[in-house]
């Protein structure tokens, strides 16, 4: 059992809430709805009322039989009121069943809607520690398990108000017979309960296991084209497999513990309605000592009710059982609704347009507390200055462009904008003064417009072509089949790395943001493309103060000014030239990565060759 749990630990962001607490946040939900509630409340009662008239009309009925005659008026009277019960049973349950599908329908709306806009309130730290895949399970598939748990809810509670009813009943008819139906009644709730605890234990792993059967699948179809570069789509296969084995093993020890509870409950309660069948019988005939006589009538309808009364409080026992598998998924939907913040500000302060002023001051960073990646760093960056961050890998560079867009939150020190602290400014303001293009830029899918327009919604065509036309005379919109209504494919998968590059700094462009941040691709493009992106980058910077993440020396060159950094701590600062001449780090990484890039040195190939 160990092993079928493994690799199904919690998420540090999970939390274990008991059962009062759930149901308590579950009914805050309902509450929204009242007036829908109330009616089904009406219609539930309506149908118990319903459920409990043919046993009473038979029970009637062969009162009459025994005890003198059953005349034709009366037999097509009962024939009638069967007939009567049995239609208006069929609608009111339509009617019930109707309105509780709208006000499952309306919670659930609302769970995901609260789930949804908690992930996307999250900081990007948030998705950089857990899966995306796992998230979304939680916003699908667990909102999707507690509607169901709540379809089966009100059919129970339907069937216990019918038992509530029948009990009632059968206490007016014989008290002595009513408590012998009753007398397992305990013991088939202790029964119940009693499987409680390995329900919501195997219900919770099975829904842990779902987010990483989903996160399987997200990442073999994302990354198919490499495995199918490496001819590895067995291994990926493999790992799909394992973890969808897990959860077929998981589903399997749930429905186990499920179906366990029913045979159990059948068990008791047949030892009750044997009981009532011997005893009853001798009461009939007047030979138990014990009971008073009963009628053939009231016999007969404790009999023929005993599988009502019986089945309603089996259902409702094995129930709470069941509802661990609503409850857990809720509680999955409740800790992702409630996790915190990576992210905390101080303030919300608003304002116009910024400046652009960006200062460092004593700042120390990590990802853990462990592993320091800026240790007390300083920088200032001036208004409408431009800055490349070079250095080899792990030197800090992405971490400073992070903190900038207030994706983490910092250990100590303060970084301001325009001298008011970043934790005291309204996030999402800030970040609508912000352009941020990543290293593989993320484009959705749908036409080239759209993505540009993506920062922009009011951008016209004419206002985004003409936009384009600025970069190399807009000749890159001819490479594209159908200029800026070309589809741009999943994660922009039918555009080159340059096209993508392009499009999403005309994304920026057309946002017109105080605060660009660049982070340069790596992958080869073409000399035209490069020119084109630098036109673009040109064309950004000249209005706003930029971060740029460089990789070619074409951007270097361009900016304000170099910032080298090395283990989080900035060593060099100076333009191209300067830097070259001072033959220090900077110069080291010129000749190791851009050397290559530049002019001089490919005539020097072409003349050795």
Not at 5 to 17: I, M, P
Not at 284 to 299: K, R
């Amino acid at each position: 059992m160990s092993g079928m749990f493994q690799g199904l630990d919690a998420e540090d962001y999970d939390r274990t809430y008991d059962d009062n607490e759930l149901v308590q946040r579950i009914w805050s939900y309902f509450q929204k709805y009242q007036a829908k509630f109330n009616r089904i409340v009406v219609a539930t009662i309506v149908l118990a009322i319903l459920g409990t008239a043919l046993p009473i009309i038979i029970y009637r009925a062969i009162e009459s039989a025994a005890y003198g005659g059953l005349p034709t008026d009366t037999m097509i009277w009962l024939i009638g009121a069967v007939f009567t019960a049995g239609l208006a049973t069929y609608f009111v349950n339509w009617y019930r069943r109707l309105r509780s599908a709208e006000l499952i329908a309306d919670v659930v709306l609302d769970m995901r809607r609260d789930a949804f806009t908690a992930a996307a309130g999250q900081d990007m730290s948030f998705y950089d520690e857990f899966s995306s895949s796992r998230i979304l399970s939680r916003i699908t598939n667990d909102t999707e398990e507690f509607s169901q748990i709540v379809l089966l809810s009100l059919d129970v509670i339907n069937q216990l108000t019918v038992a509530i009813i029948l009990v009632v009943l059968l206490f007016t008819i014989n008290v002595p017979l009513t408590l012998m139906v009753l007398v397992m009644a305990p013991l088939v709730i202790v029964a119940a309960l009693s499987f409680r605890k390995a329900a919501r234990r195997v219900t919770r792993q099975s829904a842990r296991v779902m987010g990483e059967v989903n996160r399987s699948i997200q990442e073999a179809v994302t990354g198919i084209s490499v495995a199918k570069n490496f001819r590895q789509e067995g291994f990926i296969y493999n790992e799909f497999k394992e973890v969808n084995d897990q959860s077929y093993a998981l589903n399997v020890a749930r429905a186990r513990v499920i179906a366990s509870i029913f045979p159990t409950l059948n068990t008791l309660g047949g030892l009750a309605t044997a009981s009532l069948l011997y005893f009853g019988g001798r009461a009939t005939l007047g030979m138990a000592s014990l009971l008073p006589v009963v009628t053939i009538g009231a016999w007969s309808l404790f009999v023929s009710t005993v599988d009502r009364l019986w089945f309603p409080l089996m259902n409702g026992a094995a129930f709470w059982s069941q509802f661990q598998q609503g409850l857990s998924a809720c509680e999955r939907v409740f800790a992702l609704i409630d996790s915190d913040r990576g992210v905390n500000q101080k303030d919300n302060k608003m304002f116009d347009r910024l400046n652009g002023e960006i200062k460092f001051t004593d700042v120390t960073f990590g990802y853990t507390a462990d592993d320091l990646i800026l240790p007390r760093f300083n920088l200032t960056i001036k208004p409408g200055e431009s800055i490349a961050l070079v250095g080899h890998t792990g030197a800090g560079k992405s971490s400073i462009i992070k903190l900038v867009s207030r994706f983490y939150e910092f250990q100590s020190g303060e970084i301001t904008i325009d001298g008011t602290d970043l934790r005291e400014l309204d996030l999402e303001s800030y970040r609508r003064k912000l352009g941020i293009v990543s290293q593989v830029p993320f484009l959705f899918d749908g036409t080239v417009a759209e993505n540009i327009r993506y920062a922009a919604p009011d951008a016209t065509d004419e206002e985004i072509i003409g936009m384009a036309k600025k970069i190399g005379n807009g000749d890159w919109l001819e490479t594209l089949p159908q200029g800026i209504e070309s589809p741009v494919g999943e994660r922009g998968s039918q555009l080159s790395m340059g096209q993508r590059q392009l499009v999403a700094l005309m994304r920026v462009l057309i946002h017109n943001p105080e605060i660009f941040i660049f982070d340069e691709a790596t992958a080869s493009i073409d000399p035209f493309t490069e020119s084109q992106i630098q036109e673009a980058l040109d064309l950004i910077m000249q209005n706003t103060t930029a971060i740029v993440i460089a990789h070619r020396l074409s951007t270097i060159r361009n900016v304000d000014r170099i910032v080298v950094l090395s283990q989080g701590e900035m060593i060099e600062e100076g333009s191209h030239d300067e830097l070259v001449a001072a033959g220090g780090h900077y110069a080291e990484l010129y000749d190791t990565y851009f050397r290559h890039q530049s002019l001089a040195y490919i005539e020097e190939q072409a003349w050795v060759k």
